[in-house]
Nanobody, 124 residues
Framework: QVQLVESGGGSVQAGGSLRLACVSS????????MGWFRRSQGKEREEVATIYTPFGRTFYGDSAKGRFTISQDNADNTVYLQMDSLQPDDSAMYYC?????????????????WGQGTQVTVSE
């Protein structure tokens, strides 16, 4: 089993920034896709950003483009999500996820391991 532990959530005013971190245990072949997803009340789970860790190739959901940055520190098995220019619509529970890639890509279906989540609240 892959263990994922998120941190860094909290409350911030609109326009502010937060940096989320996810520390993972390694599981060969099943953690080369790492990602951040979010779910807010009454909404479907949304893919925020993912990274194919062997090459650092990233993907961003529409809501994250230009504002959020996913990065990794392989030495510490940690994936980060830097969130800038936060808006109230970004308020959600943010989940770290891991899975094995398919042909070097990280479609949503590969993510099989999930963290407990960290809450992000953005006020006006």
């Amino acid at each position: 089993q892959v263990q994922l532990v998120e941190s860094g959530g909290g409350s911030v005013q609109a326009g502010g920034s937060l940096r989320l971190a996810c520390v993972s245990s390694k599981y060969y072949g099943r953690t080369n896709c790492m990602g951040w997803f979010r779910r807010s009340q009454g909404k479907e789970r949304e893919e925020v950003a993912t990274i194919y860790t062997p090459f650092g190739r990233t993907f961003y959901g529409d809501s994250a483009k230009g504002r959020f940055t996913i990065s990794q520190d392989n030495a510490d098995n940690t994936v980060y999500l830097q969130m800038d220019s936060l808006q109230p619509d970004d308020s959600a529970m943010y989940y770290c996820a891991a899975g094995g890639s398919v042909g070097g890509t990280c479609p949503k279906a590969v993510f099989e391991f999930w963290g407990q989540g960290t809450q992000v609240t953005v006020s006006e």
